[in-house]
């Protein structure tokens, strides 16, 4: 008897066999793409922050030959007058495109932690925004010297401006250490937040210490 007509051998796929396999392969591809697009976003945002970094020190050179010594700048309160007048010592030097002072225009909201936890809701009564020619938000404050050791991981040894710098402007994520980083005015220079020490630089904590992380990795983000 020739059973060739009822055994056959199986060839090909179901067609639910093909769907889950479609399914599989789609999920991989898009964590691939988003992993991709990430990676180039931090590579444009690392080519910002260098940037600014360039420009930031030049500028506070500039200021301070203006102005002279930070110590005499009267640089002494946590306020928004404080700020101000900071602001209006660098203003000159900066090519400014917008003026917020402390009201909203010049910053996206929510900005959040590394971690992910909410930073800042809304614009905050001490601050002094601004946003560059180049697309890129700035906020300046006056903090107080055991905020910016504590905070900032920067020993300085007075009162000093911070600034804050969104490095790709609106755009998302809005995340310190990722796209929004820190420097601070110490004496007579400006450094990276984090420079004595990094140790919110991580997926748990703020991040408002990884530009120095970031520098000394050579430019890349390598903490999460």
Do not use: H
């Amino acid at each position: 008897m020739n059973y060739s007509g009822i055994f056959k051998k199986r060839s090909g796929l179901t067609m639910s066999e093909v769907l889950f396999t479609l399914a599989i392969i789609g999920v991989i591809a898009s964590l691939t793409i988003f992993g991709l697009v990430a990676k180039i976003g931090d590579t444009k945002n690392m080519a910002a922050l260098k940037k600014f970094y360039s420009s930031i020190s030049q500028v506070t050179m500039f200021v301070i030959l203006d102005r002279s010594s930070p110590n005499y700048w009267g640089l002494d309160q946590y306020s928004q007058d404080s700020s101000a007048l900071a602001f209006s010592y660098f203003k000159p030097y900066f090519k400014v495109v917008r003026e917020c002072s402390n009201a909203t225009g010049c910053w996206q909201y929510p900005t959040k932690f590394l971690s992910g936890k909410v930073y800042l809701k809304r614009a905050q009564m001490y601050q002094y925004m601004f946003t560059l020619v180049d697309g890129m938000n700035v906020i300046m404050n006056v903090y107080p010297r055991d905020i910016i050791r504590s905070e900032f991981g920067v020993n300085v040894e007075k009162d000093s401006v911070v600034f804050i710098i969104d490095v790709n402007g609106n755009s998302y994520p809005n995340q310190m250490g990722r796209d929004i980083f820190a420097f601070v005015l110490n004496d007579s220079e400006i450094v990276p937040s984090g420079l004595d020490n990094t140790y919110n630089c991580n997926k748990a904590a703020s991040g408002l210490t990884c530009t120095a992380r970031v520098i000394n990795d050579g430019w890349k983000i390598t903490y999460y």
